[in-house]
């Protein structure tokens, strides 16, 4: 944990995510262009990172380099936001959830750390949904690592457990992940660590010294975990694919509403929040 003071904090955005639909959220991004606006939006409340699924013109997962193309086009087109493009996926062959990463080269490139039950559970139907295992080999952790250095794109390790902060260490004595080391803490999955406070400090307290780190709270509890993050000198994510709402009750309308939120507290909590030029400084990244 470092010092707030002086610190700005990088927000991130997490545009639109697979599984969220408009029939949940009617500002959920499907296309290329509602993407890039959303990522405009979000660039303009104060992110200085955008996280990009793909998706078809009828919402679901999307996974052709063209599309990815055509969002990357559509983003620079309105901001020079920093772009972080997911490699995620159940079912899908590793060579094509990297092939977007290879061939665009975005400054960043999401990679799941280990395995897991996946699900989201309805106490009031008794009933499980999304029920998956979210399978992450090591073989296929390595495999992303190593078309990721190839292409000079930054791995940005998204933790779903303090079991997956462990994973690094034989990849670090391999020498396939390098540093600058930079985390994503993803709390509040049902499967992965609850999203508290308490097992917030414990993730960070586990995390490779000097590493970069965000949070990323799932629900309404992302407000709490933001908080917590800002108050001990990290880094943050909000948008539609963890959390719609602004509040209990009061659905967000834009990605620009949770970022804004977000910077918002970050102010209240006596941290800047850092510009796209900044954050791009802090997490030394190159400017594609």
Not at 43 to 52: E, F, P
Not at 68 to 85: K, Q, W
Not at 256 to 271: M, N, P, T, Y
């Amino acid at each position: 944990m470092t010092s707030p003071a002086g610190n700005p904090v990088v927000i991130s955005a997490a545009l639109t995510g697979v599984l969220a639909t408009r029939d949940q959220c009617p500002a959920i991004p499907y296309t290329p262009v509602e993407i890039a606006e959303e990522a405009k939006r979000a660039a303009d409340a104060g992110a200085a990172i955008v996280h990009i699924h793909a998706r078809s013109p009828e919402g679901g997962p999307e996974w052709g380099v063209e599309t990815f193309a055509l969002i990357l086009s559509e983003v620079r087109a309105r901001t020079d936001v920093i772009v972080n493009f997911s490699t995620g996926a159940i079912g899908i062959p590793v060579e094509e959830r990297v092939a977007h990463i290879r061939e665009l080269r975005p400054e960043i490139g999401a990679l799941n750390m280990g395995s897991m039950n996946y699900a989201i559970y309805s106490e009031k139907k008794k009933a499980f949904y999304h029920d998956h295992v979210f399978a992450n080999p090591f073989k296929d952790i390595r495999f992303f690592l190593e078309a990721m250095n190839d292409a000079g794109v930054r791995p940005e390790l998204e933790c779903f457990d303090t079991g997956h902060i462990a994973n690094t260490a034989p990849l670090i004595d391999l020498g396939v992940l390098r540093p600058p080391y930079q985390f994503s803490l993803i709390m509040g999955v049902l499967g992965g660590i609850p999203g508290t406070t308490r097992h917030l400090i414990n993730q960070v307290e586990s995390l490779p010294e000097g590493a970069h780190w965000q949070v990323i709270g799932v629900g309404l509890r992302q407000w709490a975990l933001v908080a917590a993050a800002v108050t001990i000198g990290g880094n943050v994510r909000v948008g539609l694919e963890d959390n719609f709402y602004v509040e209990e009750g009061r659905m967000a309308k834009s990605n620009g509403d949770l970022v804004e939120k977000a910077a918002r507290l970050a102010h209240d909590l006596g941290r800047d929040v850092a510009t796209i030029d900044e954050a791009r400084t802090i997490l030394c990244l190159s400017k594609r």
